[in-house]
């Protein structure tokens, strides 16, 4: 082996010994560098969400296409783009958001305008931009990029939120503009969990209680106002307040989500007996897929489902407060707004489709059919994930420190004793 090969083995042996050492205990014990525990959980709401999507799109598909897998393959596919996409930002420092956030809130904004100017309508909407065989709905990553911007934000400009309304009042017109574009496509339900993921954080950076109460009202009065001035909205509450008052028109959609959620029972009709997705529910396998999964594996089901979205938010929140202890506040507050976000549009998804909240398109996290929504939160997956990482590095490297500093103060005070033991004794035997 020539000098060369040598020392690239050894630095190669070295790099893999020092990583073998961070994530070492101090009894030897190996340590995972990630939580074993929220991948796990994100992919078995992949799979519950893969095996309801073939379920309840296969009467859709096989009408559509002549193929009753083909929103299957696709959203297997989209699970696989979305897996690559979140190995590759797991491999993005935390300082790229950092940095990069103000960059990432002007690509939302650019993505919203190219939606209006160029995007393609479905059902009177303008969310979506294709670009030959792949199509963007561009609200999705607009929510991640300005939830990163408004973390670095609240670090930012940290003392000026808690002593001046200018401080305050920033974020909020950058929201208004985003809320703008949203609004011209139209997309209310993507405005409210912004609005309410900006409310959350806010108040977590320490806004007074008169503002933050204010911004409350000001926000539902806005919510009330859009509602009123637009008559598809309208139809929408009616429906919402009395859906059986006209089964067959504007309360159609929520009426056979409620038989489904109905027929379902406690423990459903079994896996692919669904009636209602043999289109007699619409948007069966996105909007309304906690419908279907009711219907089929009961309310069981729809529990376990929803204690597994609830598990991803709690270790989103448990990440924020581990950053945060760690003075990390600009991860802190990201982990903090994932996480509101996250169940924020669970509650709205599943609001919707039991009747409880006015109808919004707006997917189930990890479980509903759509490919920019997949992608876009496993992204957020994997930046809690990068977030822990660097926590636990952090932690390994300063419980190391402590453990060689105690280790030198140990030798030291052995040596001391040992020099006082030593002069003693001399004293001893010139006394003698």
């Not at 619409?282 to 009961?298: N, W």
Request: glycine content about 8%.
């Amino acid at each position: 082996m020539t000098n060369s090969n040598l020392q690239a083995s050894n630095k190669l042996s070295a790099i893999f010994a020092a990583r073998h050492d961070i994530f070492a205990g101090q009894d030897g014990a190996q340590q995972r560098p990630y939580d074993l525990v929220l991948v796990l959980i994100t992919l078995t709401l992949f799979a519950i969400g893969f095996v309801i999507v073939t379920s309840a799109s296969m009467p859709i598909a096989e009408r559509m296409y002549g193929n009753p897998f083909h929103f299957a393959i696709r959203h297997a596919i989209y699970i696989g783009i979305a897996i690559i996409a979140a190995m590759i930002v797991l491999n993005l420092p935390m300082n790229f958001w950092r940095v990069a956030n103000p960059y990432l809130l002007l690509l939302a904004i650019v993505l919203l305008v190219a939606v209006l100017i160029i995007g393609r309508s479905v059902n009177g909407s303008t969310r979506w931009i294709v670009i030959g065989p792949v199509t963007i709905q561009a609200a999705e990553p607009a929510k991640l990029f300005f939830f990163c911007y408004l973390a670095g934000y609240l670090v930012r400009r940290y003392e000026e939120i808690n002593e001046n309304f200018k401080g305050f009042v920033k974020p909020l017109a950058v929201f208004f503009l985003l809320a703008l574009l949203l609004l011209n496509q139209p997309d209310l339900g993507t405005v409210i969990v912004m609005f309410a993921t900006t409310i959350g954080l806010l108040f977590l950076a320490g806004a007074k209680l008169w503002q933050f109460f204010g911004l409350v009202f000001t926000g539902v009065l806005a919510v009330v106002a859009l509602i009123l001035f637009e008559p598809y909205r309208v139809k929408r509450v009616t429906a919402f307040l009395d859906p059986w008052a006209d089964p067959f028109g504007s309360g159609y959609q929520l009426t056979q989500s409620l038989m489904a959620y109905g027929r379902g029972s406690w423990f459903g009709q079994g896996l692919g007996n669904s009636l209602q997705k043999l289109e007699f529910l619409p948007e069966a396998h996105t909007d309304f897929i906690m419908a279907i999964l009711a219907e089929e594996l009961g309310y069981i089901g729809v529990l376990v489902v929803l204690l597994l979205i609830l598990s991803v938010v709690v270790k989103a929140l448990r990440i924020g407060n581990r950053a945060m202890t760690q003075e990390r506040p600009f991860d802190a507050f990201l982990a903090y707004g994932i996480g509101i976000w996250f169940s924020f549009q669970t509650v709205v998804n599943v609001g919707a489709s039991t009747g409880i909240l006015p109808t919004k398109g707006l997917t189930l996290p990890f479980v509903s059919y759509g490919g920019s929504s997949l992608i876009v939160m496993s992204v957020a997956i994997a930046i809690l994930l990068r977030i822990d990482f660097e926590l636990r590095v952090d932690g390994v490297q300063a419980l190391k420190r402590g453990g060689s500093s105690k280790r030198t103060n140990k030798k030291g005070s052995s040596r001391k004793t040992d020099q006082t033991k030593a002069k003693v004794t001399s004293e001893v035997t010139d006394n003698a």
